[in-house]
């Protein structure tokens, strides 16, 4: 027959056993892992949404040209460094943390000619300050050069920028 070994130290109660493991559960320990609520929260930018425009023409070296406060959508999964944007015309950019963006450039052909847009501007908690930057070439003239100013007003819930 085996004897049994003696262990060393008190012995606890169960009343005792049971009210550190409550307070051990509460604490969220023993287990080593992460709870996904547990740590500081994080903020992600988030800029999806409609925008009410106001443009006005800068810097035009191509003679008349006519811009408008087209309506304006954001798509933007929150935290996401791409998004979309339609002004007129859909463009794909890259969002920096900071609310600043570019988009990639965007060739098109109407009246004027062959034009090549790009944007770069910040988005605010507000809405959006940006440069849609433009050149031309027609097709019996020398190439030109306009620039858009946009200030966006964002309707609904306010952007979230970290």
Known sequence: MLARPRRAGKRISWGTASALLGI?????????????TSGPSVTLIAVGG???????LTDNTCGTVQV?????RVEHTPGATQF?????LTYTGTLSNDGTFTTDAQTVTDSLGAQTVRVTGRFT??????????????PAAAACRYAVQWTGTKQGAPNVIP
């Open 68 to 72: 408008a406060p087209l309506p304006t």
């Open 84 to 88: 979309r944007l339609t002004h007129g």
């Open 125 to 138: 908690r507000t809405g959006l300050e940006a440069l849609a930057s433009v050149a031309v070439q027609p």
């Open 24 to 36: 051990l559960a509460a604490c969220g320990g023993g287990g080593g892992g992460t709870s996904p």
């Open 50 to 56: 409609d925008y009410t425009m106001m443009v006005a």
